[in-house]
């Protein structure tokens, strides 16, 4: 989907913070605690959001699935292997309900049910999932009472829920035109965020980021508010600017949203970040203190591409 970019090397700390009573940097302002706090807020959004992305605007799979029917007196049963050569199983009933078993892409049993769908020009749909320490429950809404072309507009709305109880709440919508948003509500990190993607439809694919990709998105998070943007081509997201008053993080990205760059207030570098594609990153502050910076434990646990490959993917008896 386009070339890797090298990842960024850490700059030196020490050209931030000499010729301090000049143009380098204030001891004002800031507190090296608050930066920590808004790295911390920025590594939890990055890691849900690029979890989000990824199964939104998925890598297209090479290889292809082997399908059967069998067609039963109450319905019919498909079976066979996926793309990537995992078993699936799959009974759907003559009114749209269904059940069925299935793999992750890394082979890690799925077990599912559905209703019947309801309504007339808006068709909804109820989904329950199993996967391995998550459940997953959502709503389809698809109306076709405003199709866009051969499209109906989309929402997805529902919740993960590990084993211990914690909940990431999400709404994804599709406009059937050029937009797709998502909101994510993460109550045990007190951490609610927005996102909104501009997309065009790709033959033979389905939506897909504008050549001159941007995402635009807010965070509530417990230590207040941040805005941030992911700009890049063609999906392949390339930097990562992030605001908090009059705080500032530029990033420049590369692979699997891996990182590199700087922490400002009014003009003046207040630290620097780096971090690999774990997402555990090293932040040095202009004390020369140097900090470790994780996403906070629900966020990285509730990330949605640990389970699941593609949205399309969750739509009742797909095959990958």
């Keep these: 989907m386009g070339a890797v970019l090298a990842v960024v090397t850490l700059l030196p700390v020490v050209s931030l913070v000499a010729g301090c009573s000049g143009a380098g940097v204030s001891a004002a302002g800031l507190s090296g605690a608050e930066v920590q706090t808004l790295g911390t807020d920025q590594m939890s959004v990055l890691v849900l959001v690029r979890g989000w992305l990824k199964v939104m605007f998925p890598e297209p799979t090479s290889g292809t699935p082997q399908v059967e029917f069998e ?16 078993p699936f199983d799959y009974f759907g ?21 559905w209703d019947a769908p309801t ?11 199993e996967y391995p320490d998550m459940t997953l429950e ?4 698809v109306d076709f009472g405003n199709m866009v072309g051969n499209l109906a507009p989309t929402t997805w709305e529902g919740t993960q829920t590990m084993q211990d109880g914690r ?5 994804w919508h599709s406009n059937a035109a050029d937009t797709q948003t998502l909101r994510l509500d993460l109550p045990a990190a007190g951490l609610r965020l927005e996102i909104a993607v501009p997309v065009a439809f790709v033959k033979d694919y389905g939506f897909w980021p504008l050549p001159a990709s941007k995402v635009l998105g807010t965070a509530q998070a417990p230590n207040g508010a941040l805005t941030f943007t ?11 600017r992030v605001a908090r008053g009059q705080t500032t993080g530029t990033f420049v990205l590369s692979g699997e949203m891996a990182g590199g760059g700087r922490f400002e207030e009014n003009g003046q570098v207040k630290a620097v970040m780096n971090w690999p594609e774990s997402l555990v990153a090293r932040l040095d502050l202009t004390s020369l203190e140097t900090v470790e910076v994780t996403p906070v434990a629900a966020a990285r646990d509730l990330a949605i591409d640990r389970w699941i490959s ?3 993917a969750l739509s009742p008896m797909s095959v990958q």
């Design 71 to 86: 067609w039963l007196d109450d319905g019919y049963r498909m079976y066979g292997v996926d793309s990537l050569g995992h």
């Design 93 to 113: 009933a003559w009114d749209g309900s269904g059940h069925g078993t299935w793999q992750t892409a890394d082979g890690q049993p799925v077990s599912g049910s």
């Design 119 to 129: 309504g007339d020009t808006v068709h909804v749909q109820h989904m329950h999932y």
């Design 138 to 141: 959502f709503t389809s809404e």
């Design 167 to 171: 909940v990431l709440a999400f709404r």
């Design 230 to 240: 992911l700009s890049g081509t063609n999906g392949v997201w390339e930097r990562l």
């Design 310 to 312: 593609s949205l399309a």
